[in-house]
């Protein structure tokens, strides 16, 4: 799992490390990387396909 984060671009790390292992909320996240709370939700989105196909070998 940690290989698969770390192909994240940094940005999507960020927010799926803040939001799926330190539980903050989209607006704690826009607010400390300084963004939109939208922003965060698409980045955390795009951060959960991305894992998924990276973690699809292992299903």
Same mark, same amino acid.
């Not at 996240?29 to 795009?46: D, E, M, Y």
């Given at each position: 799992?940690?290989e !698969?984060?770390?192909?994240? @671009?940094?940005?999507?790390?960020?927010?799926w490390? &803040?939001?799926?292992?330190?539980?903050?909320s989209? /607006?704690?996240? !826009?607010?400390i990387?300084? @963004?939109?709370p939208?922003?965060?939700?698409?980045? &955390?989105?795009?951060?959960?396909?991305?894992?998924? /196909?990276?973690?699809s070998p292992?299903?």
């Amino acid at each position: 799992m940690s290989e !698969a984060v770390g192909q994240l @671009t940094p940005n999507q790390r960020a927010v799926w490390l &803040l939001h799926e292992v330190h539980g903050r909320s989209y /607006e704690e996240i !826009a607010h400390i990387i300084g @963004t939109r709370p939208a922003s965060v939700r698409g980045r &955390l989105s795009r951060a959960r396909v991305q894992l998924a /196909e990276l973690m699809s070998p292992w299903h």
